[in-house]
């Protein structure tokens, strides 16, 4: 067999593969790569496309969308996957392929009683982005207070609003992850903790910032309702200075020593460059 005869096999096995296993593949027996396989047991292909959407799924409620398996149970996440890929066959990029499962899972009649959770699996492919960018830029500060005219944002970051609690659901996540990380809480522990974290959730809106604050890990950062019109203005590429200028905020009511506060916590997570020293 050619070299070009063999790809052509292994791209007609991968589409064969990646096909919506909900349709019949007899299709597939007009193509003229069918010729190599044997007729008798081509239907186990059948099987294998089943089990590789199980498999997938059970991966992606274990990465991508790990917080979500954590916050809303593992074999709620992977049943939807499941559900998700057999309705949209996924092309060879996996990842991309989820691009638009919360899309999907908007659609669904059973989700209208949690509609919070589409926002959260968007947020938790968001961070797999973040995670997925280039390395932050070291600030470069040194030990002074930094000039308002010299602070800019990173650029690998989102900007996240959401009409749901999307951070207190991210922390809840977060702590949950760790309980199991703990070889002393069972099924049931971990399921006491689950019910007492959203139980505690405040039904509220809520925005946040996504960025990369080293190259190996990400934060994510609350953003109070009233300073978010200078994150905006930080996201668009101005500096704090120019932020601050250009944002609409009533002097009477801003809060200088909670703002301070606040851009105090974003610098030493590394949110801010220093622009002049690139």
């Known amino acids: 067999m050619k070299i070009d005869e063999l790809k052509d096999l292994q791209n007609f096995f991968l589409k064969v593969i990646y096909s919506n296993p909900n349709e019949n593949y007899n299709h597939f027996t007009t193509e003229k790569e069918y010729q190599f396989f044997d007729p008798e047991t081509f239907h186990r292909i059948q099987a294998y496309r089943q ?5 997938v799924s059970s991966v992606f409620s274990q990465t991508i969308f790990d917080l979500a398996s954590a916050l809303f149970g593992k074999s709620f996440i992977e049943n939807y996957l499941m559900d998700y890929f057999h309705n949209n066959p996924t092309p060879q990029d996996m990842t991309n392929s989820v691009k638009e499962f919360s899309n999907y899972l908007k659609l669904q009649e059973e989700i209208q009683n949690c509609p919070f959770v589409p926002d959260f699996i968007l947020f938790c492919f968001l961070i797999h982005e973040i995670l997925s960018a280039k390395n932050p830029l070291e600030n470069t500060f040194g030990q002074e207070s930094p000039i308002a005219d010299n ?37 049931e522990d971990l399921e006491k903790i689950r019910e007492e974290k959203l139980t505690q959730i405040e039904n509220k809106s809520e925005d946040v910032i996504i960025f990369k604050s080293n190259p190996w890990s990400l934060d994510v950062i609350g953003i109070p309702k009233e300073f978010f019109p200078v994150i905006s203005n930080l996201s668009k590429g101005f500096n704090l200075q120019q932020s ?18 606040w851009i105090s916590v974003l610098t030493r997570q590394n949110a801010f460059f220093n622009k002049n020293s690139y």
């Open 244 to 261: 601050i200028e250009n944002s609409d905020i009533s002097e009477e009511s801003f809060d200088l020593n909670k703002f301070s506060n």
């Open 151 to 187: 602070i800019y944002l990173q650029k690998e970051h989102i900007l996240f609003t959401s009409d749901w609690p999307i951070f207190q659901l991210y922390n809840a996540a977060k702590e949950l992850l760790e309980a199991k990380e703990n070889k002393n809480n069972n099924e």
């Open 51 to 55: 089990s590789f959407y199980g498999r």
